[in-house]
């Protein structure tokens, strides 16, 4: 299966991005701008859903077949701390979202991903699951969540992020193929501390202000 990467270039979403990575960009600031991001590209990785149609009855006219999202419930999963970032303005979108968090971190020792929070819906086959992070960075955390996923019976999974590196995007992919991946940039690459260049820095310590 070929991979698939959706760069979300919309200017809107461009130019608040900028904005999040400026620097100066106070944590309130920030905070709200990743909200409205979220709502846009919560737009966009929804995009292709399905729909089906039903009959509605408006003010002046019977419609025997208007538009509806067909029933498959959405479902999306925060990897904890930075992705809950995106959460507020996806459900502002979808209020009848289902939602799941991951806590993952690395061993020091073995760099392994470890698990130290797991909360999803059940009957994770039966979902259309977008799996959020705001950064893709070296790619391990996002393809050890979507491991564990799979590992429940998620089989329809996209993962959305903001901001990706080149390398996050190969590693993910090369575990992953299977998953569309949406950002709205791929930056230069990452630094010797993992962090992307230019990115906006630590997406968790600026919405959160902690250091
Ligand atoms: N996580 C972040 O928050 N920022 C990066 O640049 C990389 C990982």
Known sequence: MEPSLTVISHPLVQHKLTLLRDRATSTAKFRNLLRELSVLLAYEVTRDLPLTARPVDTPLAHMPAAPTLEGKKLCFISILRAGNGLLDGMLELIPAARVGHVGLYRDPQTLEPVEYYYKVPAA???????????MLATGHSAAAAVSRIKRDG?????????????????AFHA??????????????????KAYILPGLGDAGDRMYGTK
Do not use: K, W, Y
């Open 175 to 192: 575990e992953h193929p299977d998953v569309p991946l949406f950002t709205a940039v791929v930056d230069e690459g990452l630094n010797e």
């Open 124 to 134: 994770l086959d039966e979902r259309r699951i977008v799996v959020v992070d705001p």
């Open 154 to 170: 998620a089989r329809d999974i996209r993962f959305l992020c903001l901001v990706a590196s080149p390398e996050g995007v190969e």
